[in-house]
């Protein structure tokens, strides 16, 4: 319920946020591509564990609201995961999810932005590197998974990009009743992309 909360309030900021926009502004919609480094672990009830770095690689579509305020949505697949050491021995865990991040960007500058949004992801396998991955270790984790995210962006007039995010989870990733334990996802997370241009947004002005 907690989370259903968190989410919706996400949404209405971000649909409802700045949303006047002069009409005789010419605003257009680009898609692109971008691709990056996690710097990924979890916090909450377990101890002894090490970051992981691991990628993050998608498709990005920028829709505009205003001249300053964008929504940004980003399907991507992202590689997660921590390292847990036991008795000595290290033991590197694999999430890696599909996630979908709906952003709002809005423009301080005509380059700079600052960035803030939900997260939502799939659970697309799970592993780890000291023992066979069955069906039970991949079960034993949650298979959606909520998270927010901050952040700031640079943006080129060319449209290449770069991101600087830390993603919050939301949600406890444990899914064993039996192990009473909660932890959630964090992650710092670098980005480089690209935004194609159409014929029609080659403006002739410095506006965004």
Do not use: C
Request: cysteine-free; proline content about 2%.
């Amino acid at each position: 319920m907690k989370n259903n909360i968190l989410i919706l309030l996400g949404l209405l900021f971000i649909s409802g946020t700045f949303y006047s926009q002069d009409e005789s502004e010419q605003l257009y919609t680009r898609a692109g591509f971008k691709t990056g480094i996690n710097y990924a672990t979890i916090t909450g009830d377990i101890t002894d564990v090490d970051p992981r770095v691991r990628m993050h690689l998608g498709a990005v579509i920028e829709f505009p609201v205003t001249s300053r305020f964008f929504i940004q949505a980003e399907p991507m697949y992202s590689a997660q995961g921590y390292t847990i050491t036991e008795e000595g021995v290290e033991n590197k865990i694999s999430l890696n999810y599909l996630v979908l991040p709906v952003i709002g960007k809005y423009y301080m500058t005509n380059t700079l932005s600052l960035e803030t949004g939900i997260q939502v992801g799939t659970l697309a396998n799970a592993s780890q590197s000291q023992e066979e991955t069955s069906d039970e270790f991949y079960n034993s984790f949650s298979n959606t998974d909520y998270s927010w995210v901050f952040g700031t962006g640079y943006k080129f007039e060319s449209g290449l990009f770069f991101q600087a995010r830390y993603i919050l989870g939301l949600t406890n990733i444990n899914d064993l009743d039996a192990l009473d334990i909660d932890f959630k996802h964090s992650i710092m997370q670098v980005s480089i992309g690209y935004l194609f241009k159409t014929k029609n947004n080659r403006r002739l002005d410095n506006k965004i």
